[in-house]
Every structure is written in structure tokens, then in C-alpha cells.
């Protein structure tokens, strides 16, 4: 799915306006994370012990944003018949965001 298609999708749903806006801040949070975890995660090269370790890492790194906007996905689409739980998956993005943001600023 289309990024454009996503958010349209999101907006002309007939959901609460408070959910919309947690799907779109998780969902942009984890697109501005997604370059910053890829130039960190480029570090991992400078002096590998272990090529393969290395290169499993990278790629689970440069995963992890592919995984929230599957999770953000997944818990729109369950809105309708599983609030609660739709609710606290859309919550888990935003969470390792500012989790993410956290450890940056003070470490």
C-alpha cells in the first residue's frame, strides 16, 4: 500500500478524530526515525567482530520501520471490532518513537 493511499484511507474512515490523529503521528514518527536508525546503523561496519552478526543486525534495524507501519496498518483495520486492542498496537510505534527520542536527547 501506497503511503498517500494510507493516509487518505485514514482520513475518510468514520473513526474518532483522536484515533486518527495517533495512526498519523505513529505513522510519521516512524517514517522520521526510519533515516536516522539507517545512517546509525551504517556505523555498524567501521569494525565488525562478526560479519554475519553484523549483517543480521543491520537488517533488523532497517527493519524495525517496516515492522510499525505493518503494526499501525493492522491495528486500523482491527479498529472496528477490537478498539481496545487496536488502540494499544497503534500506541506501540509512537512509544519506541519517543522511547527512541528519549535515549538520543539524554544520553
Known sequence: MRIDNFIRKVNNDNKPAWYKRIILISF???????PLLFFMSIFLFDNPRNWILTLIIFGFINII???????????HSIFDKYRHISIIISFIPLSVFLLFLFLVLFT
Open 65 to 75: 520501520p517496516l515492522i510499525f507501519i505493518s503494526l499501525i496498518n493492522f491495528g
Open 28 to 34: 510519521r514518527s516512524s517514517l522520521i526515525i526510519w
